[in-house]
T-cell receptor, first 113, second 111 residues
Framework: KAGVTQTPRYLIKTRGQQVTLSCSPISGHRSVSWYQQTPGQGLQFLFEYFSETQRNKGNFPGRFSGRQFSNSRSEMNVSTLELGDSALYLCASSLLGDFNEQFFGPGTRLTVL | AQRVTQPEKLLSVFKGAPVELKCNYSYSGSPELFWYVQYSRQRLQLLLRHISRESIKGFTADLNKGETSFHLKKPFAQEEDSAMYYC?????????????FGQGTELSVKP
């Protein structure tokens, strides 16, 4: 079966702009989690959506938001971009979340200039 | 606070040598622990989880609640084991798909 896909794979934005990233989970998976990966902070949990509802949230400012559609596809949005938002954004899908194995996408590399 | 610590950023061993990647955690409840691996130019993927108590690719990990550790071990390292390894913690059941990752350890197996 097809893996988790993320679009776009690369993005370059300038400070103050906003950006939307997309994640298509594996068919049948209802949980989508988002992570930010940076060299300094490593992998940090942003939020998780399950059945179109945010079920878990990490410690990120309100500029980071997300949503999930009825087909389980998810988007995350970052408004008023800052230089420190430059990172690899990973999404992961799992059947039900919880202790199910999470399957990761290839990531979207965001560069903020 | 929930935290996962991997004290070594880089671990370099020779082929055939034993390898142990350390992972310590802090969590007041009963967590579930995982090891994820990322091979060069591949996606992050699950290697093993403690609830399965299985050996994957020769790797094993035992949860030691007294020492709050979940070290990953393999008796004889292979060159194809070279990768980035992440220890991760999930809170108790029914808490959803949130993983707390350690900083990762890069394993380099030399011929």
């Amino acid at each position: 079966k097809a893996g988790v896909t993320q679009t776009p794979r690369y993005l370059i934005k300038t400070r103050g702009q906003q950006v939307t990233l997309s994640c298509s989970p594996i068919s049948g998976h209802r949980s989508v989690s988002w992570y930010q990966q940076t060299p300094g902070q490593g992998l940090q949990f942003l939020f998780e959506y399950f059945s179109e509802t945010q079920r878990n949230k990490g410690n990120f400012p309100g500029r980071f938001s997300g949503r999930q559609f009825s087909n389980s596809r998810s988007e995350m949005n970052v408004s008023t971009l800052e230089l420190g938002d430059s990172a690899l954004y990973l999404c992961a899908s799992s059947l039900l979340g919880d202790f199910n194995e999470q399957f990761f996408g290839p990531g979207t590399r965001l560069t903020v200039l | 606070a929930q935290r996962v610590t991997q004290p070594e950023k880089l671990l370099s061993v020779f082929k055939g040598a034993p390898v142990e990647l350390k992972c310590n955690y802090s969590y007041s409840g009963s967590p579930e622990l995982f090891w994820y691996v990322q091979y060069s130019r591949q996606r992050l993927q699950l290697l093993l989880r403690h609830i399965s108590r299985e050996s994957i690719k020769g790797f094993t990990a035992d949860l030691n609640k007294g020492e709050t550790s979940f070290h990953l071990k393999k008796p004889f390292a292979q060159e194809e084991d070279s990768a980035m390894y992440y220890c991760a913690l999930s809170r108790t059941r029914n808490q959803g798909g949130k993983l707390i990752f350690g900083q990762g350890t890069e394993l380099s197996v030399k011929p």
